[in-house]
């Protein structure tokens, strides 16, 4: 398994929606970072805060500078230490992904995915609960 490049793709994809932040997450916002807290509607995440409207990508995930023109793009989070449970946690199934085209996938990953798994385990350790499985 590769190390993260940056390539956005988890971020651009789950940001449509499909992301979710729990009731302790956005009370926090509310209290402590209610420049997060202005894109969350009815218990929701990443709405515009003058629309109303479903943004179809997270409000935080910035296009980091290039140093040359022919690098590839990388991505950042304005709000890494502040990022929803479900963004700390992912990518938490080597077959999830595969599905997503992650970068980080290798061929050995994919002919051996039992120990790819176990890899992916160890690397996300740190991100998860100690009760996650």
């Known amino acids: ?11 651009i994809k789950y940001g449509n929606g499909d992301l979710a932040a729990t009731k302790e997450e956005i009370d926090l ?13 009815d218990g929701k995440i990443w709405f515009d805060p003058k629309t109303r409207e479903q943004l179809n990508h997270c ?4 296009l ?9 793009d ?10 929803p449970e479900d963004c700390r946690h992912y990518p938490s199934l080597i ?7 992650c970068e980080m996938i290798e061929l ?3 002919e051996n995915p039992k120990r790819a798994q176990e ?13 996650y499985s």
């Open 29 to 41: 916002w509310e209290l402590f970072n209610p420049d997060i807290f202005e894109y969350v509607k």
């Open 95 to 101: 077959n999830e992904m595969v599905r997503d085209e």
């Open 59 to 62: 409000p935080f995930l910035q």
């Open 119 to 131: 890899h992916l385990d160890k690397l996300m350790s740190s991100s998860r609960p100690s009760s």
């Open 108 to 110: 050995a990953d994919i």
């Open 74 to 83: 990388k991505y950042t989070c304005s709000i890494y230490l502040d990022r």
């Open 1 to 11: 398994m590769k190390d993260c490049n940056q390539c956005g793709k988890c971020c």
């Open 64 to 72: 980091a500078p290039k140093a040359r023109p022919e690098e590839k």
